[in-house]
């Protein structure tokens, strides 16, 4: 079995769920315990500062043995999967040779994984692809990208006769709560660039996220006895119905790709006498994002006007921006990663992330850092596989990046 699938299989054992009501960082304590034994695995690799913080952040140096200057390279990846999805007692298992049909996850509870229902998984006809067993996700996110990052750290490793720059590498908590970069020293990792191994099938590398933002939009009504209530009731569940239905239905998730943006409804609580709603919004154009909050905050001035003042209030909070704005000052950082896949025979290919990243906070923290590939699908899912093939081409792009970062004048 290669490297990358020996690491790989052993890391998605281990349950590393992060939690989004717990106000601790790390959120988890199993991430603790899992990076704990990464660092530990590093050091034993020969990493001998690797360490976790007191934040839950593991840190590690492959030094550079080249004789002349280059810039000092981060890889990243999170340790936390999502608790959306079982992620207790992972039984990952190999399709060897896949035949392009129907995969069968689980014999016994009669689940399935289908081409017609994931039509891309023809295209891995004749390698060995790593699935569950149809009751837990898999944990490819990112468990994935950590293997692949320690595989190529190891090979450099065993091979020094190959001349690499410094190589920083940080495994992240919390990354899939929106808090993986919350402590992250930037200023200690001293990486000029760096690249988030995060992303999805071969040759994929982002650049582009959303810019986001939460709205949280408080209703405060007047609840009278229903039986006596003409002229007089306030009902904030309805008051709340109605500055929803003033939002553009075709700007919804459900009816938008590619470069549109959206407001998202995702939470809705309330009685008669007060009502909350929670949005998140998103764009990737900046202007735009820009009016998508303002047409939030106008809807409840107007709704003010027509109930009284104070009936709506619309508090928003920005939680990341889009990471083009930053890496457009360095974009050579993007086409090294392009030039390491193009000289591997992989064409990349560029889509807009419909979501954010650790590498766009970090971007605008000082740290450029696009994304690039993994090699896994259906993340976040019981359905969730990678081809091990595809992890392997990620370790040789992250060999072929230093290279190149070596080669470069």
């Known amino acids: ?39 530990a695995e590093m050091r034993a690799m020969g990493l001998t500062d690797a360490h976790i913080d007191e934040h839950g952040y593991v840190y590690a140096t492959l030094p550079g043995n080249i004789e002349r200057p280059v810039p000092v390279i981060g890889l990243i990846a999170h340790m936390d999967v999502v608790a ?13 040779n896949y035949d392009g049909g129907d995969i069968t996850l689980n014999a016994e509870k009669g ?12 295209n891995y006809r004749g390698q060995d692809i790593i699935t569950t067993d149809g009751t837990t996700l898999l944990g490819a996110d990112n468990k994935a990208g950590i293997a692949e990052i320690l595989t190529a750290a190891e090979y450099l490793l065993a091979h020094p006769e190959i001349k690499r ?3 920083r590498i940080a495994f992240t908590p919390d990354e899939e709560i929106a808090r993986g970069t919350a402590k992250f020293d930037v200023a200690q990792f001293g990486a000029d660039f760096a690249y988030t191994l995060d992303g999805g099938a071969v040759g994929g590398i982002e650049f582009e996220t959303f810019n986001a933002a939460s709205a949280k ?11 006596a209530a003409k002229n007089k009731m306030r009902n904030a569940i309805l008051m709340a119905m109605e500055f929803n239905a003033l939002l553009p239905a075709a700007e919804r998730p459900a009816h938008t790709e ?4 959206f407001y998202h409804l995702n939470e809705v609580r ?55 704005e930053k890496l457009r000052d360095a974009w050579h950082v993007v086409e090294l990663a392009k030039a390491a896949m193009r000289e591997l025979g992989i064409e990349p290919v ?11 906070r970090l971007s605008f923290m000082g740290l450029p850092c696009p994304n690039i590939f993994t090699g896994g699908h259906n993340y976040h899912g019981t359905h969730e596989y990678i081809p091990i093939q595809s992890m392997e081409k990620a370790v040789e792009v992250i060999l072929k990046i230093n290279e190149l970062n070596c080669r470069a004048k």
């Open 1 to 39: 079995m290669s490297k990358v699938a020996e690491k790989f299989l052993r890391y998605v054992q281990v349950d590393t769920a992060s939690d989004i009501n717990s106000p601790s960082q790390p959120s988890t304590h199993r991430q603790v315990e899992f990076g704990t034994a990464l660092a």
């Open 270 to 324: 309330g009685t008669p006498e007060q009502a909350e709603l929670k949005y998140i919004v998103r764009d990737h154009a900046r202007p735009v994002f820009e009016a998508r909050k303002s047409r939030l905050t106008a809807i409840g001035e107007y709704l003010n006007g027509v109930y009284g003042e104070k009936s709506f209030t619309v508090d928003l909070v920005d939680s990341y921006y889009n990471m083009e």
């Open 84 to 96: 959306d999805v079982p992620s207790a007692n992972v039984r990952p298992q190999i399709v060897r």
């Open 350 to 360: 560029t889509t807009p992330v419909r979501g954010g990243t650790d590498g766009a």
């Open 165 to 167: 720059g410094t190589l």
């Open 217 to 227: 939009v408080t209703v405060k009504g007047r609840n009278i006895h229903p039986g």
């Open 258 to 261: 590619h470069y549109e943006g």
């Open 111 to 122: 689940l399935k994984m289908s081409p017609q229902d994931y039509p891309e998984l023809p």
